[in-house]
């Protein structure tokens, strides 16, 4: 499988509680996203990586979200003490623009706060 | 700041009807490139097809055509005989340089159309 994958697909937790989720991008693109789609809504930028640096955060990502890329390759994103609000599909994507037109997604992990 | 709008929420109609989605984008770069994107109720976006903010030409592809026009900074897309597998909804996306202003960034997505196809 050379797509990008995302580790748990589904995600249930009680409100407080930390989670992290990790996703594997295709292995030679060199920019990796993090984007949240909420019901009823197109995906929203919350960050991304060229290599292991993260080059530019939304507003959205408050303080309870920390993402890494530690070696250029796998990322995570871990929200800690979550929220209700925090319920939502959280999509990553990956892309290299001298290789591809586009970001090319995962299939998501979908977070349910309770 | 960027912004994308698709007006029509919901969109049903029946196989082998043309349907028209639209999308209106605006920013203040002058060099940005659009989107189209689907999700079938799988939930994984599929790239439809990218177009860079100097090329006005149409684009066909098969039973999908894109429409840009920067004058009206519309991105329509149109998908001729609809079938019951274009059921999904779609999303018009926009992209700009970063804020460094080096290479293209983040996407901005409108609020997607629900398309439904009835057989």
């Known amino acids: 499988d050379t797509g990008v994958s995302q580790d748990p697909r589904h995600k249930i937790t009680k409100r407080g509680q930390n989670v992290t989720f990790r996703c594997d991008p295709i292995?030679?693109?060199?920019?990796l996203y993090w984007y949240r789609q909420t019901l009823g809504q197109g995906p929203e930028f919350l960050t991304y990586?060229?290599?292991?640096?993260?080059?530019?955060k939304s507003r959205l990502l408050s303080d309870r979200f920390s993402a890494e890329r530690p070696k250029g390759s796998f990322s995570t994103l871990e929200i800690q003490r979550t929220e209700q609000g925090d319920s939502a599909m959280y999509l990553c994507?990956?892309?290299?623009?001298?290789?591809?037109?586009?970001?090319?997604f995962g299939p998501g992990t979908r977070l349910t706060v309770l | 700041a960027q912004k994308v709008t698709q007006a029509q929420t919901e969109i049903s109609v029946v196989e082998k009807e043309d349907v028209t989605l639209d999308c209106v984008y605006e920013?203040?770069?002058?060099?940005?490139?659009l989107f189209w994107y689907k999700q079938p109720p799988s939930g994984e976006l599929v790239f439809l097809i990218r177009?860079?903010?100097?090329?006005?030409q149409n684009e066909i592809s098969g039973r999908y055509s894109w429409n840009f026009q920067k004058s009206t900074s519309s991105f329509n897309f149109t998908i001729t005989a609809s079938q019951v597998v274009d059921s999904a909804v779609y999303f018009c996306?926009?992209?700009?340089?970063?804020?460094?202003?080096?290479?293209?960034?983040?996407?901005?997505f409108g609020q997607g159309t629900i398309l439904t196809v009835h057989p």
């Open positions: 177009r860079n903010s100097f090329d006005e």
């Open positions: 996306a926009l992209s700009t340089l970063n804020a460094g202003g080096t290479s293209y960034g983040k996407l901005t």
């Open positions: 292995s030679e693109h060199n920019r």
């Open positions: 990586f060229q290599n292991e640096a993260q080059l530019e």
């Open positions: 994507a990956s892309w290299d623009s001298y290789l591809t037109d586009t970001q090319y």
């Open positions: 920013t203040r770069d002058t060099t940005y490139y």
